[in-house]
């Protein structure tokens, strides 16, 4: 495995690339790319994604199809499993049925590690069409900054040929194994950051019911060892009573939870942390949190202990 960091940085000519989803994290991503000088072509279901775009020389598309025969390089960063499956494999526009043969795909998408194989392994047997897997973590303040962590997933010769453009994305770039081994390992850090969450919350929770000052809580628990990056995100939210303001909204961590839990299942895994985590969650959606921060599971947490 090789890790790519600021200090080994590698130049790269400008490349032609299409991008397809252009969410908050996809639109700093090409906002990124557009200022390293490469030529980024686009797809978006939703026109309205390209208002706060408007200032990049992006080269517009009607449809996946229409951009797979322009790019042979092409990002994708969307919601589920299945916006992926339906952007490759869709009958009359999908990337598998339009794109040409030797096409390098990359997909910045949180999804499910089994379908990633399974789709990978299609493309390359059916339409010699390369798939990496290439979920990210650090958030839309990590794409804005160019400082998110890329796990990647996938035959290494491909990742070898598209890493410099990676390095325009984030400080942290590892190839991490064969296709799925991204996905399992975001899914670690998924599992991993929202448990602590609940735990943090919860610790609040307690705290608050016995008297505490929340902005003293925050900052003992931030100087010894229960200081995480985890309570350095969501204590201030925790402690200001919410401002309104989100860094990650929850219907994202939602669905990454139940995506991974539904596999576990499948696989006969007890996690019962990842279950009441997904339960937390659920009852934020419920209170119409889909769009709030999830460190509002505080409330949850808040209003079922007594």
Same mark, same amino acid.
Request: aromatic letters at 4%; hydrophobic letters at 45%.
């Given at each position: 495995?090789?890790?790519?960091?600021?200090?080994?940085?590698?130049?790269?000519?400008?490349?032609?690339?299409?991008?397809?989803?252009?969410?908050?994290?996809?639109?700093?991503?090409?906002?990124?790319?557009?200022?390293?000088?490469?030529?980024?072509?686009?797809?978006?279901?939703?026109?309205?994604?390209?208002?706060?775009?408007?200032?990049?020389?992006?080269?517009?598309?009607?449809?996946?199809?229409?951009?797979?025969?322009?790019?042979?390089?092409?990002?994708?960063?969307?919601?589920?499993?299945?916006?992926?499956?339906?952007?490759?494999?869709?009958?009359?526009?999908?990337?598998?049925?339009?794109?040409? *043969? /030797?096409?390098?795909? #990359?997909?910045?998408?949180?999804?499910?590690?089994? !379908?990633?194989? @399974?789709?990978?392994? $299609? &493309? %390359?047997?059916?339409?010699?069409?390369?798939?990496?897997?290439?979920?990210?973590?650090?958030?839309?303040?990590?794409?804005?900054?160019?400082?998110?962590?890329?796990?990647?997933?996938?035959?290494?010769?491909?990742?070898?040929?598209?890493?410099?453009?990676?390095?325009?994305?984030?400080?942290?770039?590892?190839?991490?194994?064969?296709?799925?081994?991204?996905?399992?390992?975001?899914?670690?850090?998924?599992?991993?950051?929202?448990?602590?969450? *609940? /735990?943090?919350?919860? #610790?609040?929770?307690?705290?608050?019911?016995?008297? !505490?000052?929340? @902005?003293?809580?925050? $900052? &003992? %628990?931030?100087?010894?060892?229960?200081?995480?990056?985890?309570?350095?995100?969501?204590?201030?939210?925790?402690?200001?009573?919410?401002?309104?303001?989100?860094?990650?909204?929850?219907?994202?961590?939602?669905?990454?939870?139940?995506?991974?839990?539904?596999?576990?299942?499948?696989?006969?895994?007890?996690?019962?942390?990842?279950?009441?985590?997904?339960?937390?969650?659920?009852?934020?959606?419920?209170?119409?949190?889909?769009?709030?921060?999830?460190?509002?599971?505080?409330?949850?947490?808040?209003?079922?202990?007594?």
């Amino acid at each position: 495995m090789r890790v790519l960091t600021n200090e080994t940085r590698i130049a790269m000519a400008p490349q032609t690339i299409g991008f397809i989803g252009l969410g908050n994290m996809g639109g700093a991503m090409v906002r990124r790319l557009c200022a390293a000088g490469h030529i980024v072509h686009t797809w978006s279901r939703n026109p309205d994604r390209y208002v706060p775009l408007a200032d990049l020389p992006l080269v517009r598309h009607d449809s996946p199809a229409d951009l797979a025969q322009n790019c042979t390089l092409i990002f994708t960063n969307v919601t589920a499993t299945a916006d992926v499956h339906s952007l490759l494999f869709d009958a009359r526009s999908g990337l598998a049925l339009h794109a040409r *043969a /030797g096409t390098l795909i #990359a997909d910045f998408s949180t999804i499910d590690a089994d !379908a990633t194989k @399974a789709m990978s392994r $299609k &493309l %390359l047997e059916e339409r010699a069409i390369h798939l990496l897997d290439c979920p990210v973590s650090g958030g839309s303040k990590g794409a804005q900054a160019g400082t998110l962590s890329i796990m990647v997933g996938g035959e290494f010769s491909a990742f070898e040929h598209i890493q410099p453009l990676l390095q325009a994305l984030g400080t942290t770039v590892e190839h991490v194994g064969p296709s799925g081994a991204g996905q399992a390992i975001k899914a670690a850090n998924q599992m991993a950051m929202c448990i602590q969450l *609940a /735990g943090i919350a919860e #610790a609040f929770a307690y705290a608050q019911k016995q008297g !505490a000052d929340p @902005a003293k809580v925050l $900052k &003992l %628990l931030q100087a010894g060892l229960a200081g995480s990056k985890v309570l350095d995100w969501a204590g201030p939210h925790i402690a200001s009573g919410f401002s309104g303001k989100h860094d990650i909204e929850a219907r994202l961590h939602h669905k990454d939870l139940h995506m991974i839990s539904e596999a576990a299942q499948l696989q006969g895994l007890n996690l019962p942390l990842l279950t009441h985590t997904a339960e937390l969650l659920d009852a934020l959606m419920t209170q119409g949190g889909a769009h709030r921060d999830t460190s509002e599971i505080f409330k949850i947490v808040q209003s079922q202990m007594s």
